[in-house]
C-alpha cells in the first residue's frame, strides 16, 4: 500500500470543500479499496462522506422515485417503492455481486464504479483507461467479456453497473452538488463513451457529489424485469443483460422502455427497439423482430462474436417475460 490521508466529513459544505481540494469521496468502499489495494488507484486523500444525509427513497411530487446516493443497495432492493413500481430496478440489484457487497455499497458508488477488465487491473498491461496513451492490451489480447457497442480504437470495456443497466432503460437522471451550484444530468449523458479519452469515464466535475438518483414518472401499469445472462449463477459480472420496461393499454403497447449491459462500454440504451414496439400488439413475433434491432452498430472483437446472437437472444427473451408469451 502507499500513503494516504483519511477524512470523514459530517455535512456536505465540508466534503464539498475536501472535494475541491482534490480528495476523492469514499461511501461504501467496495470499489475504491480494492482499485487502490491493486495500485491502479492512487488518491492522495480519500473523504468518508458515509455519514451525509443523502439517505433515503422517496416519491416525487410529479410521481417518479427518488433514491438517496448513500442509500445501500440491499436496502434500495428490499423497498416496497422499488419493488412494487420498478421491479427491473430491484431485480438487477438483487443480481449484483454479492449479499454482503450489497450490504455495504452504495447506489452513487455503483454507478460510479470501473470497468471488470482484467487489463485494466493488472498494472503491468497497457491500457488507456489506467494510463492514458500507453495502448489497450484487450484488442489484441484475450476479449471474450468485452463490449460489442460504443468501443473505440483506445478502449473496448464494458460498463460492470447492472443497476445503471435498469436506471438507462427507465431514463433516470443523476442529481449532483457541487461548488458551482446543483445540477442534474441524464443517466445516458452522465455515462461517457471511451472515444479517445476512455480515462474519462462520467460527467461529473471536480469536487462535485452524487446526491440522488431519480426515476421518472412512468404511466401505470408498467410491467418491468431485468435478465443477467453470466458464467455463474452469482457473484458475476454479466455477459449480456436487458432491462426492459413495458406499459400496455388496450392491448397495445404505449411506452416502451429497454436498455443492454454487458455488451457496451456504457449501458446500452435499445432506442431502436423501444421505436419498434410502440403502437404494436404484444406478440411472439413482435419480440423476435423488435430483438433483432438490439444488435445494430455491433463490432465484435476477436473472441466475443457470440455476443451478438447473446444480446438479440437475451433480449428477445426479456421481452416475452415481461410482455407476455412464455
Ligand atoms: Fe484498458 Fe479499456 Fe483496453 Fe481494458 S479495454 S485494457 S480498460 S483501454
Known amino acids: 500500500m502507499f500513503p494516504f490521508s483519511y477524512t470523514r466529513v459530517s455535512d456536505v459544505p465540508a466534503a464539498l470543500a475536501a472535494g475541491h481540494r482534490g480528495g476523492r469521496y469514499i461511501a461504501g468502499g ?23 444525509p443523502l439517505r433515503g427513497i422517496a416519491a416525487t411530487t410529479g410521481g417518479g422515485l427518488r433514491l438517496g446516493a448513500l442509500v445501500r443497495m440491499a436496502e434500495a432492493a428490499r423497498h416496497p417503492l422499488v419493488r412494487t413500481g420498478y421491479p427491473v430496478v430491484s431485480q438487477a440489484l438483487e443480481l449484483s455481486a454479492s449479499p454482503q457487497l450489497r450490504n455495504m455499497a452504495s447506489l452513487g458508488g455503483n454507478i460510479m464504479q470501473r470497468t471488470r477488465c482484467t487489463y485494466f487491473r493488472d498494472v503491468s498491461a497497457a491500457c488507456n483507461k489506467r494510463q492514458p496513451g500507453s495502448g489497450c492490451a484487450a484488442l489484441d489480447g484475450y476479449n471474450r467479456t468485452h463490449a460489442i457497442l460504443g468501443t473505440s480504437d483506445a478502449c473496448v470495456a464494458t460498463h460492470p453497473s447492472d443497476l445503471a443497466v435498469a436506471l438507462t432503460a427507465l431514463d433516470a437522471t443523476v442529481h449532483l452538488l457541487g461548488p458551482d451550484g446543483a445540477r442534474h444530468v441524464a443517466i445516458g449523458d452522465f455515462l461517457l463513451l471511451p472515444g479517445s479519452t476512455p480515462q474519462h469515464e462520467q460527467a461529473i466535475r ?5 446526491t440522488a438518483i431519480e426515476i421518472p414518472a412512468h404511466p401505470r401499469p408498467l410491467a418491468s424485469g431485468y435478465l443477467k445472462v453470466r458464467d455463474r449463477q452469482s457473484y458475476e459480472f454479466a455477459l449480456c443483460s436487458a432491462a426492459v420496461a413495458l406499459h400496455v393499454r388496450g392491448g397495445v403497447i404505449r411506452e416502451a422502455r429497454a436498455a443492454a449491459g454487458g455488451v457496451g462500454t456504457v449501458p446500452w440504451k435499445l432506442r431502436a427497439v423501444e421505436q419498434h414496439l410502440i403502437g404494436q400488439r404484444p406478440s411472439p413475433a413482435l419480440w423476435t423482430r423488435a430483438a433483432r434491432y438490439a444488435t445494430a452498430g455491433a463490432r465484435p472483437l476477436r473472441h466475443n462474436g457470440f455476443k451478438v446472437e447473446l444480446l438479440m437472444r437475451t433480449v428477445e427473451r426479456q421481452l416475452r417475460v415481461v410482455g407476455g408469451g412464455m
Open 30 to 52: 467496495t470499489t475504491l479499496v480494492d482499485l487502490m489495494r491493486e495500485t491502479v488507484e492512487r488518491p492522495d486523500e480519500l473523504v468518508d462522506i458515509d455519514a451525509l
Open 206 to 210: 471536480p469536487g462535485e457529489l452524487i
